[in-house]
C-alpha cells in the first residue's frame, strides 16, 4: 500500500477515534445551557463549533473529495439543531473517510483537487495538502472545543494522535 494513502488512513482513523472521544462523555455530559451558550469559540458556542465541523468536513470537503462536486454552504451554517443528531452525523462522517481514501490508487494523491469555493471562485491545490488541510481543521477545532468545555469545569479526554497510536499499538 502506498505511503500517502497509509499516512492519511491513519489520519481519517484518527479523527474519527478524536471525534467519538470527544462527544462520548464529554460533549454529551454538558447541560444544554452550556452546550449552547457562547463560549468565546470563532463559531461561538461547542453546538455552534460541531455545526461548523460538520458543515466543513462532510458537507463541504467530502463531497469536494469524494464526488467532485462543490455545493455551497456558509461556514456558520446551522444544518443540525437537535445535538444528539448532530453527533451521530458527526460519527457517521467521521468514520466514511477512511474507506474514501483507501479506494484511492496513489497517482490521486500527487494530482490536484479542482472545486468551486463557498465564495464561488475556481480553485486548483495540490490534492495531499488539502487533503491535510481536512484532518488539520478538524484537530484546530476539537481543541478549541476541549478549552471550552475545561473552562466550564470539566474533565476531557486525552485526544492526541499518539493516544491513539498507543491504544492500536497495545491492540495488536
Same mark, same amino acid.
Not at 463560549?39 to 461547542?46: I, N
Not at 460541531?50 to 469536494?64: G, K
Not at 468514520?95 to 497517482?107: F, K, N, Q
Not at 490534492?127 to 481543521?137: E, G, I, Q, R
Given at each position: ?42 463559531? %461561538?458556542?461547542?453546538?455552534?463549533? +460541531?455545526?461548523?465541523? !460538520?458543515?466543513? @468536513?462532510? &458537507? ?5 473529495? /469524494? =464526488? ?16 444528539? %443528531?448532530?453527533?451521530?452525523?458527526? +460519527?457517521?462522517?467521521? !468514520?466514511?473517510? @477512511?474507506? &474514501? ?5 496513489? /497517482? =490521486? ?38 478549552? /471550552? ?24
Amino acid at each position: 500500500m502506498p505511503a500517502w494513502r497509509d499516512h492519511f488512513r491513519m489520519l481519517a482513523r484518527y479523527n474519527a477515534w478524536a471525534t467519538e472521544r470527544l462527544l462520548e462523555p464529554h460533549v454529551a455530559g454538558l447541560s444544554e445551557a452550556e452546550y449552547r451558550r457562547d463560549a468565546g469559540l470563532f463559531f %461561538k458556542s461547542v453546538h455552534g463549533t +460541531l455545526n461548523h465541523l !460538520r458543515v466543513a @468536513e462532510q &458537507l463541504l470537503w467530502f463531497e469536494r473529495f /469524494a =464526488r467532485g462536486m462543490s455545493p455551497q454552504h456558509a461556514l456558520n451554517e446551522e444544518v443540525e439543531t437537535d445535538r444528539a %443528531k448532530l453527533a451521530v452525523q458527526l +460519527l457517521a462522517g467521521a !468514520r466514511a473517510w @477512511e474507506p &474514501l481514501i483507501a479506494s484511492w490508487d496513489a /497517482a =490521486r494523491f500527487d494530482g490536484t483537487l479542482d472545486y468551486v469555493t463557498t465564495k464561488g471562485v475556481p480553485m486548483s491545490l495540490p490534492f495531499a495538502a488539502t487533503l491535510t488541510h481536512v484532518f488539520n481543521h478538524g484537530t484546530h477545532h476539537r481543541g478549541q472545543i476541549t478549552a /471550552a468545555i475545561t473552562a466550564m469545569g470539566h474533565a476531557c479526554p486525552e485526544i492526541d494522535l499518539v493516544w491513539m497510536l498507543q491504544a492500536e499499538a497495545k491492540a495488536k
